[in-house]
Structures are given as structure tokens and as C-alpha cells.
């Protein structure tokens, strides 16, 4: 594929982003002024409601004391009491005690205004109640709305993005550039075999006006083997042939064009498409990361210490992934179609599970099993496969639906319909996939010999360490715990950082530092499993943690195997650090800091090794 | 379905998905707020009848004795509407005072008890289910020891007028209008995209002339110029070479007839 063409493909889907999530956020927006329309009113009136109820009651107290026969200037408490229920009610901002001629007698605040409550003893006017409304909580409210909206449309634009730019490379660009080397072949005198280009589209029919002109020449040839195949079958002695030899030898190479191509399987198509098929179930799989933490919080478990709660679902997950995949990576190729197919099954209904489980340990159970079929899946999807030879795209997108938008849009349903019904809706996501994995030509699907199969790498666990650490356990049992979206978005900001630092393949030591530093800096922002609301300062941690650690990801030096089970086992790691963490009081991120510099250390180690002896 | 019909076609779902999440999240966002309002309303009558309760307890009355308590919950009922129902339970979970008076006597679900047991360090318990959210506080004697709950049940998201139900027409056509300029919007960039295939397939079927401005060196039209060319003058040639064969053919006839006829 030319540059133009590759920088066209760019704009074309960026425009088609655009298109979409500008067309989902203007709909947002409108159905949320018309929502706004609808629900506020009656929001103001209830809170209106609780108002009145309040500052009738207590008006009530009042009367009550002055009915005892306590003077208003010699009430007792009513400060206390005030105090009380402004601290008790929060649609409440202050409330003053005043007397008929406006003086203020007691008042939680200064300058109260707001409703007034008389107090009327005898049928006489004897004080008023004042209370100040609290700011409604509907501006915070349609605020962070408007993020998720925003969100919304951002993420799926994204998604648009991605497909329309798969699609044009993969289908129009190809063909483009297919037609373009053919129709530059037969000018130089290269005539191809005929190929019968099956299917629709403004491609194919491209290269079937390719063959349409090639017709003429087909049949000129057919005339021209015609007359050879008689001479040659009058040329008994052989003396024809060789005056034949000098009239078709300039001729030659058009000759070729009668031939035709053998019925064509698409190999690199079938490949390709078992590569992306993961990536979408990848996608669908992260969308738990903003609950799985936080979802295990809630649960509990009594024989374990609570450090372990958010962490256990991910350590489980990591080990049986890992021990799934090696397994899996076994099978003979003709298993390959069902290990997929019941990967995703296992998996799908694992998630689905999880909307009626209230035990710890059937959630954890369910998560194990969830981690063995993404293990089964992946490896039968990719087994031999090198991470980025074939497919350049591959591994930037799969770090961007792992990271970016599959925790967005997870965050974003269970804002929408809740947690359970977010893992039901992943889980049924799972399960239709699988049945797409049954439709790949699984037999076209191989190992190749010379895939470097080394079972693992150190960068990239130390990566999985820190991503395991914060974005799978931290964030969401902490800022995220009861904001799915921000937990959401956090790891996004992680995920977008990693997956521009991928291709700019960052010196190993730049990466650490920044891995390092982006540690320390959420570590000073506070981020720990109380933090109830993410800053600036823990985004800015999640974007250089996401550099750094993307920057230790090389693709290209390892197969996705290597590339899935070194991740899992640091993320599985990582998790765990931060439970030892909390158990020995230590900063949460203190080991898993450790964890990173190690395993990065350990991993050069080992490189230099290989290289000495591979010298 | 073409390549790009079908990319049109996906598109045009993931808008509607898109729409749709937006609406659930309006509806989920703003029934919450609804049950926070109703909740906040709820707090004051919450820690009066507790404060009420927890008066005659320090008066050395136990749970079951003091019964003003059935008739402030009444109250509490008849006062607000948002509540469905207001009980107190022993720390047992046996109901002692219910607004349901049939139910008096009963135990309060194991879900109660549970939510009872995972609350924070504070006296607040809270619980949502299905259709309702009920918002409980203990009961303290002197001592600061429980000696019983109180139980509001309210009507949670699901009782709300349904927010979706209200924009709903609005939806249907906010979606359709967003589907539609998604999908005519990606149809004309994948238009825009396929242009120059489409033309150079026009010009190999012949329905348009070859070469022209767009023809430009490294374009598919200059090549397709260049391979029709090549094809002509390579027809040409094939042709040629078959009347050469022919020739061969034709002179060994006569040589066989040259032969044949001396015999």
C-alpha cells in the first residue's frame, strides 16, 4: 500500500469518527435537554417536598416550647438543634430563628434566606423559621453526565474510526493496490493468470473490468494455442517445433494469461480475521475492568483478610489464563475451531454468571474460569503467530480496545444499567463471538515454523505488573469503586498513552523511569483503595505509567503467546503486590514498584544473554 | 452486501447503540437523583422516629413496651408519600412495629440482615432491590448497644414514571436521525474513497474514454492507460504470431499434399 494511499485511509476513517461521534453526542445532548425538560421539575418539587416537611417540623418544635410557656429569647439548645438537622438533611443549607420584626435569634449561618415557616401561638405571629435550600445536586449531576455523553461519543467514534480504517486498508486499499500491480505488471509485459475476483464492491468491480479487458488478449492467445496445438499435433518428426519455438517466444508471457488461477483460499484473510476476532473478544473482555475490584469488594469473603478481596478475582484470572493457554497452545491443529469456539463459551457465561452471584467464592470461581477460556481462546486464535509481522495494526489496536475502549464502554454500561447488567451484556457479547470464531477456515490457520516461541519476556510482565497494580485493582477499587466511568476513563488515559508509546518503540531505560515516575506520581496524588474521587494529578499518573509501561511492550520481539502469558503473569503479580501492600501497611503501589524494576531488570538480563549466545 | 455496505451497516448499529447507551444513562442518572432527593427527604422523618425510639428507651422501656412507636410510624406513613412502608425490628430481625400490621411478628428478609451486617461504621444501612430502596438505622439504648432497626422502605427507580417512557418519541427520532445522516455521511466517504476505482472500472468496461485529466503518472488511471496500450499492442503481436503458426500449418499441408502427390 502507497503512503497516499495509507494517509487517505487515515483521514477517511478519522472523518468517519468524527461523523459518528458528533451524530451520538448531538443525540445525547438532545435527549438529555429533553430529559432535563421532563425529570426536573419534578425533582425540584420533591426536593421542594422534603423542604417544606423540615421546616414545618421544626416550626412545629417551636410552637411546641412556646405552647410549654418558654419565652423565644430563653429556648434551650435550639442551636444544637438547628445544628442537628442542618447536618442531618442535606437538601438543607441553613435555617435561622427570627422574630416577627426580622431579628435574627439563632441561625446556623449568616444571612439566611429562603422559605419561611411561621410559628403561630394563640393565633399570634410569634417567629419565623427560615430555611436556605441547598444548591441542587442537579448541576453535578447533569455535569457529570455530560462527561459520560461525552465519553460516549468519543469512544465510539473511536470504534468507527478503527472499523471504517480496518476496512479500507484491508479491503479497498488492498485492492486498490492489488489492481494498481497488475494493471503495471501487464503494462511491462507481466500478464498474470486470470483470476476470477468473486464478491461486490467498488473493488471487485474494479478487477473485474481488469479481467474484461484482459478478454480480447484471452481470446487472441485461445486462437494462437489453437494453431500451436495443431501444428504440433501434425509435427511428427519434430522439425516444426523448433520453427515454432522463434514465432511464440515473444509471446510468451501473454500466453500465461489463459491460465487460470487455482481456486483461491484466503489464508492471510482467514488469519488475519482468527487475529481480529481476538481483539474484539479482548475488547469485550476488558470492558469488566472499571467492576471486577470493586464487585469483589462488595461480596466479601470471611477467610481471607479484606486486602485480598480486590485482588484475588485478578491473581485467579492471571494463573488460570496462563495455565489455560500453555495447555491449549498443545492441541492439535484440527482442535483448534472447538478450544476457541468453547473458550469464548466459558468465558461468555462466566461474565453472565455474575449477574446472579452474591457468593465471594463462586465470583471467584467464575472469574478463574473467565480467565481460562480467554487463555484458551487467545492462544487458539494466535498460537505461532508473531506479534506484528503480519499485521502492523494488530497490536496498536488491540492495546487500544484492551485498554481504551473496552474500559470506557464498561465504564459507561455500568453507569447505564449497572454492573450486573453490564457483565450479562459482555458475557452474551462473548458467546456471539464465539460462534463467530466457528465461521474462520481454521485448517488455513497454523503455527509457522520459524515463529520465535520464547514462553517469556520480562519488559512485558513488568508492563502487565504495573497495569495489574493500578488499572485493575487500584483504580477500581478506589476512584472507581462507586464511579465506574472514572475508573473507566483513568485506565483509558493509561491506554491511550501505552498505545502511542508503541510505536515509538522508547530506549528501555526512558520507558522504566517513566513506568517508575508515573508510579510515584499517582502514589503522591493519593490514589489508594479510599480515594473517592480521581485528580488531575492521578491522570497525569495514569498517562506516564501507560508511556512507560507501553514503552516496555515490543511486539515485534515476541509472539502473542509469549506476549499474552508474560503480561498475565505480571498482571497477576502486580495484583497481588498491592495486597502485600496493604497487609504490611506499606504505600499501596510500593511493591508493585519493586515488582517493575525487577522484572524490567531481569528482562534485559535475560536478552542480553540470548543475544550473547545467539553471537 | 459489499465490503462498504456492510461497514455502513455497522455503522449505523453502533450509532443506534451509542444513542441508546446515552439514553440509559440519562435515565439511570436522573432516576438516582430522584431516589437521592427522596432519600434526603427521608433522612429528617428517619432520625425523628429514631430520636422518638430512642427517648423511651432511655426512659428503661424495652423494644415491645413502647407502643407510641406503632402510631408515629403511622404517621411517618400517612405523611409521606414516597414511602411504602416503615417497620421496626428487634436486632433478631423479628418485626415488633409495622406498618403492615399483618406482618408484625415476622422476620425481616435475610437480605435486611445482610445489608445490616456489610454496612460501613456508621448506623445507616441502606438497600436497594428491585422496585424499592429501603434505608435503615439502629437503634441505640444509653450504652451505645443496638436494640433494634429501623426500616423505611421506599419507592426506589423502577416506581419513578419512567424516563424513557416520557422521551420516547423523541428518542425514536433523535436515533433515526442519527442513523440516517451516520449512514448517508459514511456512504459518501466510502464514495469519496472508492472514486477512483469506480472510474477506472468505468474506463476498463469501456463506458467512459481512457486517460483524461485525472491521468496523472502513479494514479490507477494512467496505469490502466498504460495497460491498455500493452494489452493492444500485445494483441497485436499474439495475433501476428498466430498467422505465423498458421503459416507453418498451411506449408506443411502443402508439403504433405507435394508429397503424397508424386506417389
Same mark, same amino acid.
Given at each position: 500500500m502507497s503512503l497516499p494511499d495509507a494517509r487517505r485511509d487515515l483521514i477517511i476513517a478519522a472523518i468517519v469518527g468524527l461523523i459518528l461521534a458528533i451524530s451520538v453526542g448531538a443525540g445525547g445532548a438532545l435527549m438529555l435537554s429533553s430529559a432535563e425538560r421532563e425529570a426536573l421539575p419534578e425533582l425540584s418539587a420533591k426536593v421542594r417536598e422534603g423542604s417544606d416537611t423540615v421546616g414545618q417540623a421544626v416550626a412545629d418544635q417551636i410552637r411546641m416550647a412556646l405552647?410549654?410557656?418558654?419565652?423565644?429569647?430563653?429556648?434551650?439548645?435550639?442551636?444544637?438543634?438547628?445544628?442537628?438537622?442542618?447536618?442531618?438533611?442535606?437538601?438543607?443549607?441553613?435555617?435561622?430563628?427570627?422574630?416577627?420584626?426580622?431579628?435574627?435569634?439563632?441561625?446556623?449561618?449568616?444571612?439566611?434566606?429562603?422559605?419561611?415557616?411561621?410559628?403561630?401561638?394563640?393565633?399570634?405571629?410569634?417567629?419565623?423559621?427560615?430555611?436556605?435550600?441547598?444548591p441542587p445536586l442537579f448541576g453535578h449531576t447533569v455535569g457529570k453526565l455530560r462527561l459520560a455523553l461525552a465519553a460516549t461519543a468519543v469512544v465510539l467514534g473511536l470504534v468507527a474510526a478503527c472499523i471504517t480504517l480496518l476496512v479500507l486498508r484491508r479491503n479497498v486499499s488492498a485492492g486498490r493496490a492489488r489492481l494498481r500491480h497488475l494493471m503495471l505488471g501487464v503494462s511491462r509485459g507481466v500478464f498474470p493468470a486470470r483470476t476470477l475476483p468473486s464478491g461486490r464492491g467498488a473493488t471487485v468491480v474494479a478487477l473485474?473490468?481488469?479481467?474484461?479487458?484482459?478478454?480480447?488478449?484471452?481470446?487472441?492467445?485461445?486462437?494462437?494455442?489453437?494453431?500451436? &496445438?495443431?501444428?504440433?499435433?501434425?509435427?511428427?518428426?519434430?522439425?516444426?517445433?523448433?520453427?515454432?519455438?522463434?514465432?511464440l517466444e515473444p509471446v510468451a508471457a501473454a500466453r500465461g494469461v489463459v491460465e487460470t488461477a487455482g481456486a483461491s483460499v484466503d489464508r492471510p484473510g482467514h488469519r488475519s480475521f482468527a487475529g481480529w476476532l481476538a481483539v474484539a473478544a479482548l475488547s469485550v473482555y476488558a470492558m469488566s475492568i472499571p467492576f471486577v475490584s470493586n464487585f469483589a469488594i462488595d461480596r466479601q469473603w470471611e477467610y481471607v483478610p479484606v486486602d485480598w478481596w480486590p485482588s484475588l478475582p485478578w491473581i485467579a484470572e492471571g494463573i488460570a489464563a496462563i495455565m489455560a493457554s500453555t495447555l491449549a497452545r498443545t492441541l492439535p491443529q484440527q482442535a483448534r475451531p472447538m478450544a476457541a469456539f468453547f473458550g469464548l463459551l466459558a468465558a461468555g457465561l462466566s461474565f453472565a454468571a455474575a449477574y446472579a452471584l452474591r457468593d465471594y467464592g463462586l465470583f471467584l470461581a467464575s472469574r478463574?474460569?473467565?480467565?481460562?477460556?480467554? @487463555?484458551?481462546?487467545?492462544?487458539?486464535?494466535?498460537?505461532?503467530?508473531?506479534?506484528?509481522?503480519?499485521?502492523?495494526?494488530?497490536?496498536?489496536?488491540?492495546?487500544?480496545?484492551?485498554?481504551?475502549?473496552?474500559?470506557?464502554?464498561?465504564?459507561?454500561?455500568?453507569?447505564?444499567?449497572?454492573?450486573?447488567?453490564?457483565?450479562?451484556?459482555? @458475557?452474551?457479547?462473548?458467546?456471539?463471538?464465539?460462534?463467530?470464531?466457528l465461521t474462520v477456515r481454521w485448517n488455513t490457520i497454523g503455527g509457522h515454523a520459524g515463529a520465535t516461541a520464547h514462553g517469556w519476556n520480562g519488559a512485558m510482565?513488568?508492563?502487565?505488573?504495573?497495569?495489574?497494580?493500578?488499572?485493575?485493582?487500584?483504580?477500581?477499587?478506589?476512584?472507581?469503586?462507586?464511579?465506574?466511568?472514572?475508573?473507566?476513563?483513568?485506565? &483509558?488515559?493509561?491506554?491511550?498513552?501505552?498505545?502511542?508509546?508503541?510505536?515509538?518503540?522508547?530506549?528501555?531505560?526512558?520507558?522504566?523511569?517513566?513506568?517508575?515516575?508515573?508510579?510515584?506520581?499517582?502514589?503522591?496524588?493519593?490514589?489508594?483503595?479510599?480515594?473517592?474521587?480521581?485528580?488531575?494529578?492521578?491522570?497525569?499518573g495514569m498517562a506516564v505509567l501507560g508511556w512507560g509501561a507501553g514503552g516496555l511492550v515490543r511486539p515485534h520481539r515476541a509472539t502473542m503467546t509469549t506476549l499474552f502469558l508474560s503480561t498475565g503473569a505480571g498482571i497477576a503479580a502486580g495484583a497481588g503486590s498491592v495486597s502485600i501492600a496493604g497487609a504490611f501497611a506499606l504505600p499501596p503501589l510500593a511493591i508493585a514498584a519493586c515488582l517493575v524494576l525487577v522484572l524490567t531488570l531481569a528482562g534485559q538480563v535475560a536478552v542480553r544473554r540470548t543475544t550473547a549466545v545467539a553471537a | 452486501m459489499s465490503p462498504a455496505v456492510r461497514t455502513i451497516f455497522a455503522l449505523s448499529v453502533l450509532t443506534l447503540v451509542g444513542i441508546t447507551l446515552s439514553v440509559l444513562l440519562i435515565n439511570e442518572a436522573l432516576d438516582r437523583l430522584r431516589v437521592r432527593a427522596v432519600e434526603s427527604n427521608i433522612d429528617f422523618i428517619l432520625t425523628e422516629l429514631r430520636d422518638s425510639v430512642e427517648a423511651s428507651v432511655s426512659l428503661g422501656l424495652l423494644l415491645p413496651e413502647i407502643h407510641v412507636a406503632q402510631d408515629l410510624i403511622e404517621r411517618a406513613r400517612l405523611g409521606n408519600q414516597e414511602i411504602l412502608a416503615v417497620e421496626i425490628f428487634d436486632p433478631s430481625g423479628v418485626s415488633v412495629y409495622n406498618t403492615d400490621r399483618g406482618s408484625i411478628g415476622e422476620r425481616v428478609t435475610d437480605d435486611w440482615l445482610e445489608a445490616i451486617r456489610l454496612r460501613d461504621d456508621s448506623r445507616r444501612w441502606r438497600l436497594e432491590q428491585l422496585d424499592t430502596v429501603v434505608v435503615g438505622e439502629?437503634?441505640?439504648?444509653?450504652?451505645?448497644?443496638?436494640?433494634?432497626?429501623?426500616?423505611?422502605?421506599?419507592?426506589?427507580?423502577?416506581?419513578?414514571?419512567?424516563?424513557?417512557?416520557?422521551?420516547?418519541t423523541r428518542f425514536a427520532v433523535v436515533a433515526a436521525a442519527g442513523v440516517l445522516i451516520v449512514a448517508l455521511l459514511s456512504a459518501l466517504m466510502f464514495h469519496i474513497a472508492t472514486r477512483d476505482l469506480r472510474m477506472?472500472?468505468?474506463?476498463?468496461?469501456?463506458?467512459?474514454?481512457?486517460?483524461?485529466?485525472?491521468?496523472?503518472?502513479?494514479?490507477?488511471?494512467?496505469?490502466?492507460?498504460?495497460?491498455c496500450a500493452a494489452i493492444d499492442e500485445t494483441i497485436v503481436e499474439v495475433d501476428l504470431a498466430a498467422e505465423k503458426v498458421r503459416a507453418l500449418d498451411q506449408d506443411e499441408e502443402i508439403a504433405a499434399e507435394d508429397v503424397h502427390e508424386p506417389a
Open positions: 405552647d410549654y410557656g418558654i419565652p423565644l429569647e430563653g429556648l434551650y439548645g435550639v442551636d444544637t438543634y438547628f445544628a442537628n438537622v442542618v447536618s442531618g438533611v442535606p437538601t438543607i443549607d441553613a435555617l435561622a430563628l427570627v422574630d416577627p420584626d426580622g431579628d435574627v435569634l439563632t441561625s446556623t449561618a449568616e444571612n439566611v434566606t429562603g422559605l419561611a415557616f411561621p410559628v403561630i401561638t394563640g393565633g399570634k405571629l410569634m417567629a419565623n423559621v427560615i430555611l436556605a435550600p441547598a473485474s473490468g481488469f479481467d474484461y479487458r484482459l478478454a480480447p488478449l484471452e481470446a487472441s492467445v485461445r486462437c494462437l494455442e489453437d494453431e500451436v &496445438a495443431t501444428v504440433r499435433a501434425i509435427d511428427f518428426d519434430g522439425s516444426l517445433s523448433e520453427k515454432l519455438d522463434p514465432i478463574a474460569v473467565a480467565g481460562a477460556g480467554l @487463555g484458551v481462546t487467545v492462544s487458539a486464535l494466535f498460537s505461532g503467530r508473531s506479534a506484528d509481522s503480519r499485521e502492523p495494526l494488530l497490536p496498536v489496536m488491540m492495546l487500544l480496545s484492551l485498554l481504551v475502549a473496552g474500559p470506557v464502554l464498561g465504564g459507561l454500561l455500568g453507569e447505564a444499567i449497572g454492573r450486573r447488567m453490564a457483565f450479562l451484556s459482555a @458475557g452474551i457479547l462473548l458467546i456471539a463471538l464465539g460462534f463467530t470464531s510482565a513488568a508492563a502487565g505488573a504495573a497495569f495489574g497494580a493500578v488499572s485493575l485493582v487500584l483504580v477500581p477499587s478506589g476512584p472507581g469503586y462507586e464511579n465506574y466511568l472514572a475508573a473507566g476513563l483513568l485506565v &483509558a488515559a493509561g491506554g491511550a498513552a501505552a498505545t502511542l508509546a508503541l510505536p515509538l518503540h522508547p530506549r528501555w531505560p526512558v520507558s522504566l523511569a517513566a513506568a517508575l515516575a508515573g508510579m510515584a506520581l499517582l502514589s503522591w496524588s493519593g490514589l489508594s483503595m479510599s480515594e473517592p474521587m480521581p485528580g488531575a494529578a492521578t491522570a497525569l | 439502629e437503634i441505640r439504648n444509653d450504652f451505645g448497644e443496638p436494640v433494634g432497626h429501623l426500616a423505611v422502605t421506599l419507592a426506589g427507580a423502577a416506581h419513578g414514571d419512567g424516563l424513557v417512557g416520557a422521551v420516547a477506472v472500472a468505468r474506463q476498463l468496461y469501456g463506458q467512459e474514454p481512457l486517460g483524461g485529466p485525472s491521468a496523472e503518472p502513479g494514479t490507477l488511471a494512467a496505469a490502466a492507460v498504460a495497460m
